[in-house]
């Protein structure tokens, strides 16, 4: 009987040894070096590193994995499973302008998790130790390079006693909250949504053979879980290959993924829209006549709002390079749920409705429907009631791969993950997602929260906010509303790709720092940028008393987001010079 992925390493590397399960191009590039790791290898390796952690009584505690992108990471976690250890992905610091943020962050995931030890890349653990001054809690804390752990350790390790029930890891929601919250997913969370992707994803024993194993070809940071229990984990729940490369070289040259696409002939890849919209941008006819796309039978699109004229645009770009429409795969998921709550049936083009308003590429796209074995349904939050086919509400859902909960948060938990539904048994998880569904298939159209989705990662706009307020002293306490709003459509602009979500900040400041009103803009926009990672797409500064709020003073972000987007703000000019 199969209890966790680890099983299935062990089985895998016993029926194929030599086949490949992960190559890495280490540059980003086909032609550049490749790093390779087989079945065997890293089953050995995964062992190593479960061994180093069982001899050091580490089993049960958490472990935060620093890594910077390759192999390494992979073999880390899947030693943590091996271990009984629970595997909590990080990102390490890198690179000046964004270690603050990187550590920061750090600190807020090792408190939380109340990690017992870190595991990174040799460059990783070095730079940490030159940072226990900044950061105390490192002190005491075990710390090791994985890739030192030699393959001899290996035959120290001791299966563990794993359940459905077992914590495999925790994934942490936000890049960017003051608060982070751990999804608590357990082994039996993992296998299920492994076993729901390879359903609704066609990753049937005759595609994989079609394909000769590559199946996955991904630039998704792996320390985020679409990235994560898609190509990485499914890969070795089915004991087939993945190619990766950095999130870093994909951005630099978004060509890249197509080409690996093209040279690798996966039969599954995909991102957040704004991935397809960086790939249109750089849709060369010298690309085109280079790509043989024909292969690629699901390219997922999910993490932020798909967008009907992107897949339009895609599709008829990418025709020529035998792309064909019917391989757009709209799909709906979140953490809480592991990952993967609905998916388009592959080889079916995707469903997109009519607009309301009667513009072109307007209409909602359809994420598909629900995995097998979850329930999915719209209810309205407040009287938690199920909605009719077609009505807009929360979307909720219960089945074996809604995660645990938040880790050491009861309320959240609560909140969250405990709902009840007139009428049906057991507990939902409140999504905080708003859609409907028509005929079955899951139409997402907003969020009842409101998380700002930048470039596929959530912000809260209460720590974009508080960023600002704290930056200037002219920004008054409590009177600062950021919000989300689409890049629009409009060739030959600098906003960023067309049909993603950017950031804006409205915040009241008295009339007579109307001078300093560039200079605050400044700040603010340094501000955020520093300990967020995003950069504004505007900075509104408005006269106090402005910024609409409830009767109980608390900020009314639609409404402000409304005022913006109409031109109502009363805004502060800046005094004409002379």
């Known amino acids: 009987m199969v209890r966790s992925l680890v099983d299935l390493l062990t089985e895998h590397s016993v029926r194929h040894p030599e086949r490949t399960a992960y190559r890495y191009l280490v540059t980003g590039d086909c032609d550049g070096e490749i790093q390779e790791i087989s079945y065997g290898r890293l089953a050995r390796r995964s062992r190593a590193i479960a061994a180093w952690l069982q001899e050091r009584g580490l089993a049960g505690s958490r472990a935060m994995l620093l890594y910077p992108p390759g192999l390494e990471f992979v073999c880390g976690y899947l030693g943590c499973l091996a271990a009984g250890v629970v595997a909590v992905p990080g990102v390490p610091p890198r690179g000046r302008s964004q270690n603050h943020r990187a550590l920061t962050r750090m600190r807020r995931l090792i408190a939380d998790a109340d990690a ?17 001054e900044h950061l105390p809690e490192l002190a005491g804390l075990t710390r090791v390079a994985t890739e030192d752990i030699p393959d001899d350790a290996a035959a120290a390790w001791r299966a563990p006693g794993l ?12 890049g960017s909250t003051s608060a982070p919250r751990g999804v608590i997913v357990t082994h039996g969370n993992l296998l299920d949504n492994e076993r729901i992707i390879t359903e609704r994803m066609g990753h049937t024993p005759d595609a994989i053979a079609e394909h000769g194993h590559e199946m996955f070809v991904s630039w998704l940071p792996v320390y985020h879980d679409m990235g994560l229990i898609g190509p990485v984990l499914n890969t070795v729940h089915l004991g087939v290959t993945a190619t990766l490369f950095s999130p870093l070289h994909f951005l630099q040259q978004p060509q890249r993924w197509l080409t690996a696409v093209s040279r690798y002939r996966p039969h599954t890849s995909g991102g957040p829209n704004f991935a397809y919209e960086l790939a249109l941008r750089h849709a060369t006819p010298e690309l085109l006549d280079g790509l043989d796309l024909s292969a690629w039978k699901v390219a997922f699109n999910g993490a932020e709002p798909v967008r009907a004229a992107t897949l339009r645009r895609f599709a008829d770009t990418f025709a020529p390079a035998g792309f064909r429409r019917e391989a757009l795969y709209p799909c709906y998921g979140l953490a809480e749920a592991t990952l993967m709550v609905s998916g388009s049936t592959p080889g079916a083009a995707p469903t997109v409705l009519p607009p309301a308003d009667g513009r072109p590429d307007t209409g909602a796209v359809g994420c598909g429907r629900p995995g097998p074995g979850l329930t999915v349904v719209v209810a309205d939050p407040e009287r938690g009631e199920e909605l009719p086919d077609g009505e807009v509400g929360e979307i909720w859902v219960s089945g074996a791969s809604v995660a645990k909960g938040y880790w050491r948060n009861a309320l959240a938990t609560r909140e969250t993950f405990r709902a009840r539904l007139a009428g049906h048994e057991g507990r939902f998880l409140r999504t905080g997602d708003l859609g409907f569904l028509r005929d079955g298939e899951l139409f997402v159209t907003g969020r009842l929260k409101d998380l700002i989705v930048v470039d596929g990662r959530n912000h809260y706009p209460q720590d974009l906010e508080l960023t600002a307020e704290t930056a200037h002293p002219a920004l008054r306490p409590g ?9 629009p459509d409009t060739p030959g602009t600098v906003d960023g790709p ?12 008295a009339p007579d720092m109307a001078g300093e009103a560039e200079k605050i803009t400044d700040v603010v926009r340094s501000a955020v940028a520093e300990a967020h990672g995003i950069a504004l797409r505007e900075v509104v500064l408005v006269r106090p008393g402005t910024i609409p709020k409830t009767s109980s003073g608390k900020i009314q972000r639609h409404a402000s987001r409304a005022a913006h987007l109409a031109g109502t703000l009363a805004r502060i000019e800046e005094p004409a010079l002379g």
């Open 116 to 132: 017992q030890v870190i595991l990174g890349g040799r460059e990783v653990i070095e730079a940490l130790t030159g940072l226990t």
């Open 163 to 174: 359940d459905a029930d077992s914590v495999a890891f925790l994934q942490y929601t936000s």
């Open 479 to 487: 009177c600062t509303a950021a919000f989300g709003v689409d890049t």
């Open 498 to 509: 067309a049909g993603t979500e950017q950031a804006v900040l409205v915040a009241e400041i």
